[in-house]
């Protein structure tokens, strides 16, 4: 299983994008505060929740709008905000997945301002993780002994709900670090790594093969539904975000009883992250209100009364441990010793642009299993985006 | 009544705003989107360097939007035909005189009411391949009868199978608005030309063939307008019940402009994806109104 930090390690990557501030426009009559995102259910609307209090006992006197669009990994959150910001109308903040999403879509395009000053002011730049390497990864051999297995004594090895194709994206980016390691996976981003290398095919092909050990309605469930097959038993092995580890605490499923988890095959010492983060538009009427918004959720106590409520991880180190599960304290570990790469179905290695192609592909990928078509179509799909 | 010029300039103002919002709003928007569709704009920031048509030749050499265009021609027909087929056949037996004939007719007309985002999640359900009808054939004894439905990624001379689930959701909600519009083409056939051609020893096929089919022929040309730029169009019913589903199988143009527009941020070719679609309902559109003009003039 892999796992993910939540909130603003994006500070640091923004130094790079250093944009001449423009002159705050001075905030109107009204102290309001709108905040922006797609956590709108379980876990993550408690999360938020848990942080807005925060803020509000810091800033009692500030009107908190808190502006929500339903929808998974903010399908469609993201067209109202491209709407908003091309309007002319930016939220105070707005969540959005760190990495490339954000860099490409909202800060090349001069949307943003820089924020890192937030963590200097508050003496906070040594707070949040430095990349560590660690040990090469296995292959996936033991991971087809196994499913070969269950699928002998009928149950559903790996379950997969990809009515949002994104849940295959997922499985695959996790797929091919297995196959490439780190490097070389962090490669297929810059351009540096070839979508047509032995590495990527033999990870498509392992793929394609994996695909025979799914559930056969997968393009009927959502990934939740693919946890939960998990959990009744129906099926043997999900591979997921640790929203999934959250979904089963909030459904009480016991730890190492009913569930456990386990890096994805051949990944062990690799750490795929993704994050939500909020950032800074600019010319937006309530400056200082969201610069005290991230301020808290920069702080200890903000991402401490989140990512527990969430069932991620914070994204500083020095979260208190004991506030954190036996799955995030491992995951924490985890962040803490392994090689980090970014994930692609989260939006953090690529573009947008990019990924909405990917996931086209994996859609005829999953269904034709044509390894050559799909690696000639990443090709071309890489030629056309990556930033060498 | 004679129109004096006085009444002519009064009338003219009076429907100015009308036309205002109506010229920038519907047709300033359509040509605005056709301006972005010639241009390079790709990404969050507008780029309107003209490239004039390489988007809309990218699209169709694009596979998916190529799925895209047979799974529209396909569901339209389909959708047309069993509309309008299992819509007259309600409104012929209900115009049979039948008891509790307002019972049924509200029953039929019902799932007009609901929004097709509401039919959509209904019927993904019914057609779950584990737990919807599939499992009520197990619960008879059938177990070996298990059906894909909306995941079924078969296909015949490049009609996706899972199009059948669709086309039957649809069809569900809309078979109620034909034949609210038979019934009433049927109760406008007069009684007598009937009776006389049952004295004439006519049978009830014969009647539908020679007297009933051809004096509902404008309705039908008109259920078939309606319900074509409704199936060209189509995207809450997809995007609620199936969403693309597996290799494309039940993608339409409608759920590709929406995802390459606001996912991909390719806004240019989101906008040549929009004008394609307006074409195409141009070509069913377009010949309709210019009959009706013709007929007023």
Redesign the interface.
Same mark, same amino acid.
């Given at each position: 299983m892999k796992k993910l930090v939540v909130l603003p390690i994006l500070f640091a990557l923004m130094i790079s994008f250093q944009i001449s501030a423009n002159g705050a426009q001075e905030s109107e009559a009204k102290n309001e505060m709108e905040i922006f995102s797609w956590w709108t259910a379980g876990g993550e609307a408690e999360g938020l929740n848990a942080i807005i209090d925060i803020y509000q006992a810091q800033n009692p006197d500030v009107d908190l709008i808190n502006a929500t669009v339903a929808g998974g990994a903010g !399908?469609n959150a =993201?067209?109202v905000l491209?709407t908003r910001?091309?309007g002319g109308d930016p939220p105070d903040s707005f969540q959005v997945h760190a990495g490339h999403e954000l860099i &490409?879509?909202?800060v090349?395009?001069?949307?943003m301002e820089p924020i890192s000053y937030i963590l200097k002011d508050n003496g906070w730049m040594d707070k949040f993780p430095k990349d560590v390497i660690l040990e090469a990864p296995r292959t996936m051999e033991e991971f087809f002994n196994v499913a070969e297995v269950f699928a002998s004594n009928g149950v559903t090895p790996l379950s997969l709900g990809d009515?949002?194709?994104w849940a295959s994206t997922h499985l695959l980016e996790n797929v091919i670090l297995a196959s490439t390691g780190p490097e070389k996976y962090n490669g297929l981003w810059d351009g540096s790594t070839s979508w047509d290398s032995p590495e990527v095919r033999e990870a498509l092909n392992n793929f394609a093969k994996m695909m025979k050990y799914v559930n056969? &309605?997968?393009?009927?469930?959502s990934n939740m539904d693919a946890a939960q097959y998990v959990a009744e038993g129906k099926a043997a092995m999900n591979v997921m975000g640790d929203w999934a580890a959250g979904y089963f605490m909030s459904k009480g499923y016991d730890q190492k009883v009913v569930w456990d988890w386990v890096p994805s095959p051949g990944t062990e010492g690799n750490f795929i992250m993704l994050s939500d983060s909020f950032g800074l538009p600019k010319d937006i009427k309530n400056v200082e209100n969201a610069e005290k918004w991230l301020t808290v959720l920069a702080s200890k106590e903000g991402q401490d009364a989140f990512n527990p409520v969430k069932g991620s991880i914070p994204a500083r180190i020095d979260g208190d441990r004991s506030l954190y599960n036996e799955y995030q304290n491992e995951a924490m570990d985890d962040f803490n010793t392994n090689v980090i790469v970014p994930s692609l179905a989260h939006g953090a290695a690529a573009s947008?642009?990019w990924? !909405?192609?990917i996931n086209?592909i994996v !859609?005829?990928l999953? !269904? =034709?299993l044509d390894v050559d078509k799909a690696v000639e179509d990443l090709t071309s799909a890489a030629e056309k985006y990556a930033q060498k | 009544m004679i129109f004096t010029k006085k009444d002519r300039k009064k009338a003219l103002l009076m429907v100015t705003p009308s036309i205002l919002v109506v010229v920038v709003f519907i047709y300033g928007f359509i040509a605005w989107s056709f301006r972005v569709s010639l241009s390079a704009w790709d990404g969050i920031k507008s780029d309107f360097t003209l490239v004039w048509l390489d988007n809309y030749i990218e699209l169709f050499k694009n596979t998916r939007f190529q799925i895209d265009l047979l799974n529209t021609f396909f569901f339209t027909i389909f959708f047309i035909v069993s509309c309008v087929f299992f819509g007259f056949f309600l409104a012929y037996l209900i115009n049979k005189n039948i008891k509790g004939e307002g019972f049924f007719r509200t029953v039929y007309m019902f799932p007009l009411a609901l929004s097709f985002v509401v039919t959509g999640v209904l019927w993904r359900w019914m057609l779950n391949p584990t737990v919807g009808i599939n499992s009520l054939f197990q619960m008879m004894g059938f177990e070996n009868v298990s059906f894909g439905w909306y995941t079924n990624t078969d296909s015949m001379g490049g009609f996706n199978f899972a199009l059948l689930s669709i086309i039957l959701a649809a069809t569900w909600q809309y078979m109620g608005y034909t034949m609210a519009m038979f019934l009433a083409g049927l109760r406008g056939i007069p009684v007598q030309l009937i009776e006389s051609a049952q004295i004439e020893g006519a049978g009830e096929f014969t009647i539908i063939k020679a007297i009933i089919i051809p004096s509902i022929k404008p309705i039908i040309l008109s259920a078939m307008i309606v319900l074509g730029h409704i199936s060209l169009k189509i995207f809450d019913l997809v995007y609620a019940m199936t969403g693309s589903g597996p290799a494309f199988v039940t993608d339409f143009p409608g759920l590709f402009m929406f995802e390459t527009t606001f996912r991909g941020n390719h806004y240019a070719e989101g906008a040549a994806i929009s004008i394609i679609m307006l074409i195409m309902v141009a070509f069913v559109i377009v010949p309709y109104l210019y009959s009706t003009f013709k007929k007023e003039d």
């Open positions: !399908t =993201k067209a491209a910001m091309q &490409d879509t909202w090349v395009s001069d949307f009515t949002g194709i056969a &309605d997968h393009s009927a469930i947008e642009a990924l !909405t192609r086209d !859609t005829i999953v !269904t =034709k | -």
